[in-house]
């Protein structure tokens, strides 16, 4: 069973083709002034061997405890997705579950880590990989950065198909009408944070699913005067959001605990008090302690895999 499920990680390429496409980049790289064709050999084969532990890792996955509860759970839930509202008939409300088949959806990762090292960033990769199957959301529709990727990991990720980004955007994307799924685990608070005031507004928050760090739990760690003065924005919208935390197994407990799935319905956001779509100001942090994020060359925040440190 777990053999099947795996046959769509496969390129979709035939193997004859990857094989002539990977003797054409050897050809090309030893032709290079400069290169070292035994480097090439060398990092070929680390990229083997790192696809190799994901391929593994996701056979685990597949037959444990966790992920039948995580599908039970997320197909379960009723999400207000729909990308075009002009579409929707005339006083229906658009509705659709996780999975199967949200092929509309896009994804973000952030601070995913050093999965080629790291067991715990490595499982999180992996259940990242089988959800994007499970909901038929192209690889290619999944864009994914860390500030802490190997050459190394960057090329892994590229040769999975997905799209690794290369500027620190700081959390600070819009879904611009698009319904996006978030997929940030044990990420500073800052970063959800930014995410939050990037798309603060009724329509974009209803198009935005966030998986990472509980923000019941964040509520219930941090003093209300540090949560209000430091993440307003998350503190703001706690009374517009539903939450639903991820299953937790003893197999995947330092995986994914204080892990949940926040969605923001409609219904919600519009209740909250008028005032609260007037305040805009962008996050800075300056008077911040133990801020749990690495800051970049230019001084501006990055996402960070708390596993590493």
């Given at each position: 069973m777990a053999a099947e499920a795996w046959e769509s990680w496969q390129a979709a390429a035939p193997r004859r083709k990857r094989l002539a496409a990977q003797r054409q980049r050897r050809r090309e790289a030893a032709a290079a002034p400069g290169r070292d064709p035994e480097e090439d050999r060398?990092?070929?084969e680390d990229r083997g061997v790192?696809?190799?532990?994901?391929?593994?890792?996701?056979?685990?996955?597949?037959?444990?405890?966790?992920?039948?509860?995580?599908?039970?759970?997320?197909?379960?839930?009723?999400?207000?997705l729909s990308p075009n509202e002009s579409a929707v008939a005339p006083g229906s409300v658009p509705r659709d579950t996780l999975v199967p088949g949200s092929c509309h959806l896009r994804c973000v990762c952030y601070g995913i880590g050093n999965f080629a090292t790291c067991v715990v960033a490595r499982n999180q990769l992996t259940?990242?990989?089988?959800?994007?199957?499970?909901?038929?959301?192209?690889?290619?529709?999944?864009?994914?950065?860390?500030?802490?990727?190997?050459?190394?990991?960057?090329?892994?990720?590229?040769?999975?198909?997905?799209?690794?980004?290369?500027?620190?955007?700081e959390g600070k994307?819009?879904?611009?009408?698009?319904?996006?799924?978030?997929?940030?685990?044990?990420?500073?608070?800052?970063?959800?944070?930014?995410?939050?005031?990037?798309?603060?507004?009724?329509?974009?928050?209803?198009?935005?699913?966030?998986i990472g760090n509980s923000f019941t739990g964040l509520q219930e760690r941090l003093l209300t005067r540090i949560l209000q003065k430091n993440y307003v924005y998350v503190a703001k919208i706690l009374n517009g959001l539903e939450e639903l935390e991820f299953p937790q197994t003893s197999q995947y407990m330092d995986i994914f605990n204080d892990t949940s799935i926040h969605w923001f319905p409609v219904q919600k956001l519009e209740q909250l008090p008028p005032d609260t779509w007037a305040f805009r100001e962008e996050p800075d942090y300056?008077?911040?302690?133990?801020?749990?994020?690495?800051?970049?060359?230019?001084?501006g925040l990055s996402a960070i895999d708390l596993n590493s440190l």
């Open positions: 060398d990092s070929e790192v696809l190799r532990r994901i391929r593994e890792a996701g056979e685990d996955l597949l037959i444990s405890d966790f992920w039948s509860s995580a599908l039970e759970a997320l197909g379960s839930l009723h999400l207000d259940f990242l990989l089988l959800f994007l199957e499970k909901c038929q959301i192209p690889r290619s529709h999944c864009c994914v950065y860390d500030p802490l990727f190997s050459p190394l990991e960057t090329a892994v990720l590229n040769s999975l198909g997905m799209a690794v980004l290369s500027e620190n955007e994307r819009s879904v611009c009408g698009e319904p996006t799924i978030f997929y940030m685990p044990h990420c500073g608070t800052a970063l959800y944070n930014n995410l939050l005031w990037s798309n603060w507004s009724v329509d974009a928050l209803s198009k935005t699913v966030i300056q008077d911040c302690k133990d801020l749990e994020i690495i800051r970049n060359k230019t001084g």
